[in-house]
């Protein structure tokens, strides 16, 4: 990987933060995401629905919630972006079976939004335990298919824009943050872009410079910003548009859950190797790359078309899904003292305000109609619309 940089700095010049973490994590051929599974105690981050499963089952209850308050739907898709794997959507639809009675007529498919083979076959192992042989067409937009255990469709796509546009519950937890950002420093000629040059005294090296003069990306900052260093995604606002456009559209929700903040952080921009922080400009390839997402320039993107509602922490946020009731429930049932120990202590790092409880926040999409009311004509599916609060988001919807 590494390598493979410096000949592309070396023939075309320096390149963008956002150039370099595109090439580091989605190279077709090593890209970090493309080629291992790291995710897990012997990777180098784990995330919460690796941590405790009542995680996954909280965001299950959730999508009901949703569902529920959105006049119980006759068919939604449930579209996950990024789902590593397969973890979450596991446990979402185990409470999806354990609920059947609610859901009894209704037609569900699962939709996953991935680029990266490897950890498709990991995901394709947790959901279906190939007890269904799956369909293959590495050429098409939809690169495989299968049936889950519980007998869902799922659906494998690189790329949001091929999954189909139906009426839809979409989740990306920990998505946002590995799309490519650019980095901007405010001096005295203006803002000037962070891009990535080779180091002239020592070879195989890389260093940070600022571009000599404004860059295209620029237009991404906003004309009365404050701050004198900010990173902006592109990608990001594509992905958002997209997402609101579709609720707007067909109805739905959207729920993101990543750690970032609401337009005021600076420097974000880290590494991670064996649950460390890594140099990011040391080993390409070999550690994950990540910005903090910005949610008020998701908020921006969404361009009205769709109300907001967050950035809540996560510790709040699960307060309000119930986790309290639930981890009694579930060490009510366990006499082991490893598995209540595992329990205590999963809930403890979701929860702890010092590890995930305050880093992490919750943002969701959701159309007008469900926030404020009013006649709405966004899905034949849809019928009674409701203004009841969302889930999660108020303590009220809780109790
Ligand atoms: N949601 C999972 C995994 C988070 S890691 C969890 O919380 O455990 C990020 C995930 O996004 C991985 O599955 C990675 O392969 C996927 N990913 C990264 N960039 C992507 C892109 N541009 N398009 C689709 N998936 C992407």
Redo the contacts with the bound molecule.
């Keep these: 990987m590494l390598r493979h940089l410096m000949y592309k700095i070396k023939s075309t010049g320096p390149i963008t933060v956002a150039e370099y973490m595109?090439e580091v994590?989605?190279n077709p051929a090593k890209g970090y995401?493309?080629c291992r599974d790291?995710?897990g105690e012997k990777g180098d981050?784990?995330?919460?629905?690796?941590i405790s499963q009542i995680f996954g089952e909280l965001l299950g209850i959730w999508f009901i919630s949703e569902w529920i308050a959105t006049g119980k739907s006759v068919a939604f898709q449930l579209v996950?972006?990024?789902?590593?794997?397969g973890?979450?959507m596991g446990d979402i639809l185990r409470v999806f079976s354990q609920l059947g009675s609610v859901l009894k007529n209704c037609d569900i498919s699962v939709h996953l939004?991935?680029?990266?083979q490897?950890?498709?076959e990991v995901?394709a192992v947790t959901l279906t335990e190939e007890k269904v042989p799956l369909e293959r067409d590495a050429g098409a937009p939809v690169y495989m298919k299968g049936v889950t255990k519980s007998g869902v469709p799922v659906s494998w796509y690189?790329?949001?824009q091929d999954v189909p546009k139906g009426y839809s519950f979409y989740?990306?937890?920990?998505?946002f943050?590995?799309?490519p950002v650019h980095k901007f420093q405010k001096t005295p000629q203006g803002w000037r872009e962070v891009l990535i040059d080779i180091e002239p005294q020592v070879s195989d090296k890389l260093r940070f410079v600022l571009a000599p003069c404004a860059t295209p990306a620029e237009a991404f900052i906003q004309h009365d910003e404050t701050r004198d260093h900010v990173e902006v995604c592109p990608?990001a606002g594509v992905v958002i548009q997209e997402l609101s456009q579709r609720i707007a559209l067909t109805g739905g929700a959207v729920l993101i859950?990543d750690y970032g903040h609401d337009g005021t952080k600076t420097d974000t921009f880290r590494g991670f190797c064996g649950h460390k922080l890594h140099d990011v400009l040391t080993a390409p390839g070999t550690a994950?790359l990540t910005a903090d997402v910005d949610f008020s320039y998701l908020r921006r993107m969404a361009q009205g078309k769709v109300a907001s509602l967050g950035p809540i922490n996560q510790h709040t946020f699960l307060q309000n899904m119930g986790i309290d009731v639930r981890l009694k429930v579930l060490l009510g049932k366990s006499d082991e003292p490893s598995t209540r120990q595992q329990l205590l202590q999963g809930y403890d790092m979701l929860m702890n305000p010092k590890k995930m409880g305050e880093r992490f926040n919750f943002f969701a999409l959701l159309p007008h109609q469900r926030l404020h009311g009013g006649r709405h004509h966004m899905n034949e599916c849809q019928s009674k619309p409701s203004t009841s609060p969302v889930a999660g988001f108020s303590e009220l919807a809780w109790r």
């Design positions: 595109k994590l989605t995401y493309v790291m995710l981050f784990i995330t919460s629905p690796e996950e972006l990024g789902p590593g794997r973890t979450l939004v991935e680029m990266s490897k950890l498709s995901q690189r790329d949001l989740l990306a937890h920990e998505f943050d590995v799309l990608d859950a994950d």
